[in-house]
């Protein structure tokens, strides 16, 4: 993995907003009508090239695909592991997890709920969990294809940690059934490494578990369980080099309060135990910004990267680039220069029909982050 | 004016939430149907004492009456003087960086300010009584509670150049002025009470982006510190220590990024003749600009009240993280110096809470918590 030898390298979280008409035939399939497949297909295609140009063009270095052809972040894998069927919510159930925030929030989130979309319907394990690779070759195929001639210093594409699939009426243990995931995701993170592109696995559950606490846990019962994930994450990695891998967490990219969040002081530890070479995480929003605070008595081991969030996906307002330039410096202050890659707290769209910000806002936050790292690196080299 | 001697301060912008059953007949009385006006104000003096105790709870230090009878921070002249009347069916206001971008949708407009205020005619008072309820509404309020002190805002003939289109007086200067000569004595009128005055200007700073984004900064600086001229003619016998300004570059949840500079335009905002300025510090386009502060020496005896809590995001700011905003102030311009404030209000128009409500005490707490840690160790 390329790190910030000559000057400081930019990233992003990997999901950015789909185009208008993308977005409309995705819903088509979504809500059941007969849609065009090629159509889509085609159109993924070429809605990948144009993530990728117009990242390229803001200057970012380390691209993604913007996870364009998939529905969500975590909900993509419905159409590619078996063993899983929705199931209708039960009388009075809401679409979203109960949480903290929102009972300590509840006018704002009843409100604010209403607003967002929900994208897939939950999901039960009602057999072997199995693994379709089409899908993945399909993603590949669509980035290598954009990439050609594009000037960038490397390319990673997101996948979801195992704990992102409902629940288990079929597998005796908890256990065992986030092990068959664990293994059925296995193959695809195998697969994106191959294909030679930096795998990033995206789990906010690790810091955001603590928030559906409810009534709330014990820190230290909490980290007991954050292990036993940390482990299974290892487990879905074995084989895979250490270096191919980042991995992100984050709080959740609703905008709300936030203020149940776990503090990074209580899972950095664990978070560095995961077998990846860069970590990314929030660092720019009102919430989380302080936190570089946790690298003066926390040492980033020898060789790993950190990719702080230096953009918020939280705010239209765009990060003047001298604020992006403080963030960085901040950061190469106390792990070092060549061990920071600028990044985002978090992706612009989660969900097909999500946008965390509006979407051109989004490419020019993105142009600011590129200035604001080219300000930090002329102070920094 | 207190500064921070022993700790440090907090406050804020002045407007505050308004409660739903006030908002609605505020509603009711925007829209020129027939209200209960006995019942209003009754309305208004309850929440009035009911924002103050709630500022206090927060850990607020230096409060405000909320601004809860006012319809908007600005648009509430309508109601107080001659001259200047609401029309419908005006040209809206064109945000310059808004226009880059064709497919944000900024969030919902104010529905109480569907019309744009026009000057028709002389300026003159219509309702001089309207800031003596004010006073006495705050008064009331403030029985029996003992903040560390107590503003209203009020706004500034520039400000009202910017949102007033001028169809009577011959230019800008004449309008500025007649302005000035006739608000002078609200702002006189507070600052009799005993309370602290603070000024609104936005347009100082945003109007570079609503109102001239056409003109160059230096054409920009000539008109307000042209501006900034006629406040002052305005504040003439006006203690400067009783009187805070406020700047700043618009509430909008917009992506602000033609937003001037705050070292373009510093050396202008300290001719105000006021003990106190205040600007943005903690949004995204604005957050940095600590660092002006490094260049720029602070004149003597004057308190920079700084945004350290965003007021356009419901994220609520980590303690912490306001406390490292306090000391990067504190570095730069002496703890006691700096007093710690939001970006802008919480109610600037009185029906669009960008932030709602229950986070916005919220956000204010955490703002006093910050403050408690900066103090710790700025007086360690």
Known sequence: MKRSTERILTTHVGSLVRPPDLREMIRARESGNPYDREALAARVRSAVAEAVRKQVECGIDIVSDGEQGKLGFNTYTNQRLGGFEPRALRPGEHPRPRRRDWDAFPEFYDEYWQTQPVTAPPQVCTGAVTYERDAVATDIQNFKEALQGARVEEAFMPAIAPFYQGENRFYPTEQAFLTAVADALHEEYQAIVDAGFILQIDDPGLPTQWDAQIPAISVAEYRKRAAQRVELVNHALRGIPEERVRYHICWGSWHGPHVTDLPLRDVVDLMLQVRAQAYSVEAANPRHEHEYHVWEDVKLPEGKILIPGVIAHTTNTVEHPELVKERIMRYARLVGRENVIAGVDCGFAQGAFTARVHPTIAWAKLKSLAEGAALASQELW | ?380
């Not at chain 2, 000539?222 to 300004?245: C, K, S």
């Not at chain 2, 917009?254 to 202008?268: E, F, Y």
């Not at chain 2, 905003?325 to 809470?353: K, L, Q």
Request: some cysteine; overall charge negative; hydrophobic content about 40%.
């Open chain 2, 1 to 380: 004016m207190k500064r921070s001697t022993e700790r440090i301060l907090t406050t804020h912008a002045g407007s505050l939430a308004r409660p739903p059953d006030l908002l609605e007949m505020m509603r009711v009385k925007e829209l020129d149907q027939p209200y209960d006006k006995a019942a209003f104000a009754g309305r208004v003096r309850s929440a009035v004492a009911e924002v103050v105790r709630q500022q206090i709870d927060a850990g607020v230090d230096v409060v405000s009456d909320g601004e809860e009878g006012k319809p908007g921070f600005a648009n509430y002249v309508k109601d107080r003087l001659t001259g200047i009347v609401a029309r419908e069916g005006m040209r809206p206001r064109i945000f310059s960086d808004r226009a880059d971008f064709p497919d944000f949708q900024p969030p919902a407009a104010s529905a109480l300010g569907f019309r744009r205020l026009v000057c028709t005619g002389p300026i003159g008072w219509k309702d001089k009584g309207a800031v003596q309820t004010d006073i006495a509404n705050f008064q009331a309020a403030l029985q029996g509670v003992q903040p560390a002190e107590a503003f209203i805002p009020a706004v500034s003939p520039g400000t009202l150049a910017q949102n007033v289109v001028n169809e009577y007086y011959k230019d800008e200067e004449a309008f500025l002025y007649a302005v000035a000569e006739v608000m002078k004595e609200e702002y006189q009128a507070i600052v009799q009470a005993g309370f602290l005055l603070q000024i609104d200007s936005p347009d100082l700073a945003m109007g570079k982006n609503v109102q001239f984004a056409d003109k160059t900064l230096e054409e920009f600086r000539t008109i307000i510190a042209r501006r900034v001229e006629a406040l002052n003619h305005a504040l003439a016998g006006i203690p400067p220590a009783q009187v805070r300004h406020h700047i700043c570059w618009g509430n909008g949840e917009g992506p602000h990024h033609k937003d001037v500079a705050l070292k373009d335009i510093i050396d202008i905002l300290l001719r105000a003749r006021a003990g106190a300025l205040y600007v943005e510090g903690a949004n995204p386009r604005h957050g940095h600009e600590w660092k002006v502060f490094r260049d720029v020496q602070l004149p003597d005896g004057m308190v920079l009240i700084a945004g350290v809590i965003d007021t356009k995001t419901n994220f609520i700011e980590h303690p912490e993280l306001v406390a490292d905003r306090i000391m990067n102030y504190a570095s730069v311009v002496g703890r006691e110096n700096v007093i710690a404030g939001t970006d802008c209000g919480f109610g600037t128009s009185a029906d669009r809470d960008r932030v709602a409500p229950s986070i916005s005490w919220a956000k204010l707490k955490a703002m006093a918590e910050g403050a408690q840690l900066a103090s710790q160790q700025l007086w360690s």
